[in-house]
């Protein structure tokens, strides 16, 4: 990633909610929000989906950008927009560009699966370009719908390294396995193989933890056992590697998602030499234990967060990608 990425002169505005039109619909909002408070106890800092959003805000005021997040009105809207998330906020951007009160608009990359969903809309010509997380979904995307090649971008959230960061060097003898759209099946098989080995097991099952309790796990862990059908980017792996836990990801051999079958997909998109190994089946993981037990494998995987993937690089990433 280009280290020299200066802070983009362009002012925008970041949606993931439609814009209050009115007084009622300002009111709306904030009724909302008050209820959603005393239901949680907790005020909604970001909507969409919350690491992204959260790792774009973050780290665009870390590079002093200048930009608003979800105005109050419309009077506030920035010429260039992006909508990174939900459907409505998207058919109301379209509208305000039509009406000529936005000049530039981006779309992506958490609104739909399949760049066919909702009526083809990403294919709107009102739309300047189109953000996805990985190279994979690009593929995915253009395939659907050929007239989007040229205006696909590739775009990874990164993730708060200094929240995420190691603590305890003690702890070699700690594996996690973390299950996400996998088979019982190969979820048994997995922890076979590693109690096979002597390791101690942690299994988190995605859904069902709380962040406190992922980071808590990493920070005992020497390695996780990732069992994933396909990811588009892979945050939660972003979030072991900055805990300086590698990864080694059961790779599938397809992916078929609403009946359509996939010519090429990931379940981990962003592993590398430095992070971890991908495998396709439970002997090609134990030949990995094997060798990561013996210390025959090595790999710095917070090193490489630090060099690519912070919420600061993801922001000057998006800011590259914004003066294009």
Request: aromatic share 10%; hydrophobic share 35%; with cysteine.
């Amino acid at each position: 990633m280009d280290k020299n990425i200066k802070t983009s002169m362009i002012k925008f505005t970041i949606l993931t909610e439609p814009i209050p039109e009115n007084i009622s619909q300002l009111f709306k909002k904030y009724i909302y929000k008050i209820k959603l408070f005393l239901a949680t106890g907790q005020l909604k800092k970001y909507t969409g989906h919350f690491a992204v959003t959260r790792s774009l805000i973050e780290g665009l005021k870390k590079t002093k950008s200048d930009f608003n997040y979800n105005p109050n009105n419309i009077r506030t809207v920035r010429d260039t927009v992006i909508v990174l998330s939900r459907i409505p906020a998207l058919k109301q951007a379209i509208e305000l560009k039509k009406q000529g009160k936005i000049k530039k608009l981006l779309a992506g990359p958490n609104l739909v699966i399949s760049s066919k969903d909702e009526n083809n809309i990403l294919s709107s010509p009102k739309i300047d370009m189109i953000i996805v997380p990985s190279k994979w979904i690009k593929i995915a995307y253009e395939e659907d719908a050929p007239k989007l090649k040229g205006k696909i971008k590739i775009w990874s959230a990164g993730i708060d390294e200094n929240y995420w960061k190691p603590h305890n060097k003690k702890r070699k003898k700690n594996i996690i396995i973390y299950q996400k759209n996998t088979s019982d099946k190969l979820l048994d098989e997995t922890i076979k193989i590693v109690k096979k080995h002597n390791f101690n097991l942690t299994i988190i099952k995605y859904g069902q933890y709380k962040k406190q309790q992922f980071k808590e796990a990493l920070g005992n862990a020497s390695l996780e056992i990732v069992l994933s059908q396909s990811e588009s980017q892979g945050i939660s792996l972003q979030e072991a590697w900055s805990m300086d836990v590698p990864c080694f990801c059961y790779q599938p051999n397809k992916l078929i998602i609403k009946n359509r079958s996939y010519s090429i997909f990931s379940s981990c998109p962003y592993i590398s030499k430095e992070t971890g190994y991908k495998w396709n089946n439970i002997n090609e993981l134990e030949i990995l234990l094997a060798n990561f037990k013996k210390n025959k494998l090595h790999f710095s995987p917070r090193k490489y967060v630090l060099k690519e993937l912070t919420d600061e690089k993801s922001a000057r990433l998006f800011l590259k990608i914004l003066n294009e």
